[in-house]
DNA sequence: GTTGAGCGTT
């Protein structure tokens, strides 16, 4: 029947309409208050995120723009896509994945059991970001993050493998 | 001020 045949989803050249925004070709010097400035200009943001480099500290050069309203969203989308900042032309688009991660996923939210904190439900306390409102239906994980986190080949390029090959031919080396 | 394809777990 129709109802299991998948909806035309958003594919990754064509993301579907969203709040959240995907900047990409960013300067690595334009900061999140430099994106905010640009992009409030088309509604009120729920949140920018620049994505930096976990060991360098800079930025990736992309970065993700909420908005509250998914229709400032789509002006934003049209309106600054291919704009220059910082010198570098800017792509904008809907973002794919919706957030960085969930946050354990799947665990029991409530109180620590032990110590007596007895109520063993409700109290719940979920997390109020601005990211977290309305954002947990786009939880699934998307193939897209494990494509991209599981690539780690030990690059046979730098092996032993090579080094020896490389040895035992001797080297014409022509002057 | 790295030159730049890309969708994030600070």
Not at 52 to 63: I, L, P, V
Not at 78 to 93: F, W, Y
């Amino acid at each position: 029947p129709m109802s299991n045949r998948r909806r035309h989803t958003g594919s990754r050249a064509n993301p579907d309409p969203n709040t959240c925004l995907g900047v990409f070709g960013l300067s690595l010097y334009t900061t999140e208050r430099d994106l905010k400035e640009v992009f409030s200009r088309y509604g009120p943001l729920a949140g920018v995120n620049v994505v930096y480099d976990q060991r360098t500290g800079r930025s990736r050069g992309f970065a993700f723009i909420y908005y509250e309203h998914i229709d400032d969203a789509k002006e934003a989308m049209e309106r600054a896509n291919g704009m220059e900042l910082d010198g570098r032309r800017i792509r904008v688009d809907y973002s794919i994945t919706k957030r960085p991660h969930t946050p354990t996923p799947g665990i029991y939210m409530g109180r620590p059991t032990h110590n007596g904190g007895g109520s063993s439900s409700s109290g719940g306390r979920r997390r109020e970001s601005n990211y977290d409102r309305g954002y947990d239906r786009y939880d699934r994980y998307d193939e897209y993050d494990y494509r991209y986190s599981r690539r780690r080949s030990p690059s046979p390029y730098y092996s032993r493998y090579r080094s020896r090959s490389r040895s035992r031919s001797y080297s014409p080396r022509r002057y």
